[in-house]
């Protein structure tokens, strides 16, 4: 009779509170993001939190400055064992011994935005399509100088964002390969002749060293009245970097066309102004949401909602993943940015 009453006990114990006999906290989710500093990453992790709060698991939001203290927050997150832990990586390489982890003890891991590379402890990833965000700046190059109507030719030049995000090479390569038919027909010159990926990137996204190797072009290759028609720049701090190189240098005649992305405050301040001319939208409510819904799944044993399982690959594996719509945005619909 006791060791029925027991085992009634524990049934009951069971149901309520969902507590495994491993000690884990099956409602409890952990945030691990970047720079908190950086205004988009302190919005998203705080409205991550938020969501996750309102869907009634407890929350603790973390964030770093540097990939040694994303490590040391991943161990200690293995040992609380979530129900779940979602991360913005602040080095897309760097994670991998440490989320092995995570994945011995049966922890899903979601990659938020960046993809974790180099590593089978990925459940999922959820971004937006970051190739379709260069290729809509493309598009936009595109539309605004008629390139389809062979108008040209037009000088151009690329910022793009740091080798050790996995997505910088994405965006680039997303704007590249669309514009490269009207760079092969010479509709577009790249006048520094500084067209790869490498060549072009900028380490740790510093707008800092963006603006150096943007004043060291227009003074070698745009002196003397000769125009840049056209700059591609990653995110809008590149875009505000390659501002501050004109001013550097006194280049009074602006791009035609400069490109952006995160539709930061300073980005839409740029495109109000008229110094830059659009930027792409990614709505951190739409992924957050999207990144709630995933925990949900995972913390019911159910599948989450995908929409790619072939294409997104981290070198060890192909991760299933849920890729979000960017927006383009510019002048004339720059006041549906959300503020943060």
Same mark, same amino acid.
């Given at each position: 009779?006791?060791?029925?009453?027991?085992?009634?006990?524990?049934?009951?114990?069971?149901?309520?509170?969902?507590?495994?006999?491993?000690?884990?906290?099956?409602?409890?989710?952990?945030?691990?993001?970047?720079?908190?500093?950086?205004?988009?990453?302190?919005?998203?992790?705080?409205?991550?939190?938020?969501?996750?709060?309102?869907?009634?698991?407890?929350?603790?939001?973390?964030?770093?400055?540097?990939?040694?203290?994303?490590?040391?927050?991943?161990?200690?997150?293995?040992?609380?064992?979530?129900?779940?832990?979602?991360?913005?990586?602040?080095?897309?390489?760097?994670?991998?011994e440490a989320l092995a982890l995570a994945k011995e003890n049966g922890i899903p891991v979601i990659a938020y935005d960046r993809l974790i590379m180099h590593t089978d402890a990925i459940s999922y990833y959820a971004s937006f399509d970051n190739t379709s965000v260069g290729e809509f700046q493309a598009r936009y190059v595109e539309e605004k100088l008629n390139l389809k109507s062979g108008a040209?030719?037009?000088?151009?030049?690329?910022?793009?964002?740091?080798?050790?995000?996995?997505?910088?090479?994405?965006?680039?390569?997303?704007?590249?390969?669309? *514009?490269?038919?009207? /760079?092969?027909?010479?509709?577009?010159? &790249? !006048?520094? $002749?500084? +067209?790869?990926?490498?060549?072009?990137? @900028?380490?740790?996204?510093?707008?800092?060293?963006?603006?150096?190797?943007?004043?060291?072009?227009?003074?070698?290759?745009?002196?003397?009245?000769?125009?840049?028609?056209?700059?591609?720049?990653?995110?809008?701090?590149?875009?505000?970097?390659?501002?501050?190189?004109?001013?550097?240098?006194?280049?009074?005649?602006?791009?035609?066309?400069?490109?952006?992305?995160?539709?930061?405050?300073?980005?839409?301040?740029?495109?109000?102004?008229?110094?830059?001319?659009?930027?792409?939208?990614?709505?951190?409510?739409? *992924?957050?949401?999207? /990144?709630?819904?995933?925990?949900?799944? &995972? !913390?019911? $044993?159910? +599948?989450?909602?995908?929409?790619?399982? @072939?294409?997104?690959?981290?070198?060890?594996?192909?991760?299933?993943?849920?890729?979000?719509?960017?927006?383009?945005?510019?002048?004339?619909?720059?006041?549906?940015?959300?503020?943060?």
């Amino acid at each position: 009779m006791r060791k029925i009453f027991l085992a009634i006990c524990l049934a009951v114990c069971t149901l309520l509170t969902g507590c495994a006999d491993d000690g884990g906290q099956k409602n409890t989710v952990q945030l691990l993001f970047p720079d908190p500093n950086s205004g988009i990453w302190k919005y998203i992790g705080e409205l991550c939190a938020q969501l996750l709060r309102e869907a009634n698991y407890e929350v603790e939001l973390h964030h770093c400055t540097n990939a040694a203290t994303q490590i040391e927050q991943i161990k200690e997150a293995v040992e609380k064992n979530p129900a779940a832990i979602v991360i913005g990586a602040q080095d897309t390489g760097a994670l991998g011994e440490a989320l092995a982890l995570a994945k011995e003890n049966g922890i899903p891991v979601i990659a938020y935005d960046r993809l974790i590379m180099h590593t089978d402890a990925i459940s999922y990833y959820a971004s937006f399509d970051n190739t379709s965000v260069g290729e809509f700046q493309a598009r936009y190059v595109e539309e605004k100088l008629n390139l389809k109507s062979g108008a040209g030719p037009f000088t151009i030049e690329f910022i793009a964002g740091s080798a050790d995000d996995t997505n910088a090479p994405l965006f680039f390569n997303g704007a590249y390969d669309y *514009l490269k038919p009207y /760079i092969d027909k010479g509709q577009l010159v &790249v !006048v520094s $002749g500084q +067209q790869d990926f490498r060549t072009v990137a @900028t380490d740790g996204w510093k707008p800092e060293n963006a603006q150096r190797r943007m004043t060291e072009i227009l003074q070698k290759y745009y002196s003397g009245g000769k125009s840049l028609n056209v700059v591609v720049a990653a995110n809008d701090d590149l875009a505000g970097a390659l501002i501050q190189a004109q001013q550097s240098v006194g280049y009074s005649g602006a791009p035609t066309i400069l490109t952006g992305q995160d539709a930061g405050a300073n980005g839409i301040a740029n495109i109000k102004s008229g110094k830059q001319s659009m930027t792409i939208y990614k709505d951190p409510e739409v *992924l957050c949401g999207k /990144i709630v819904r995933m925990v949900k799944a &995972v !913390v019911e $044993g159910s +599948q989450p909602a995908i929409n790619d399982v @072939t294409n997104i690959k981290n070198d060890v594996m192909t991760v299933p993943s849920y890729l979000c719509i960017p927006m383009i945005i510019d002048s004339t619909n720059v006041n549906i940015v959300k503020k943060f």
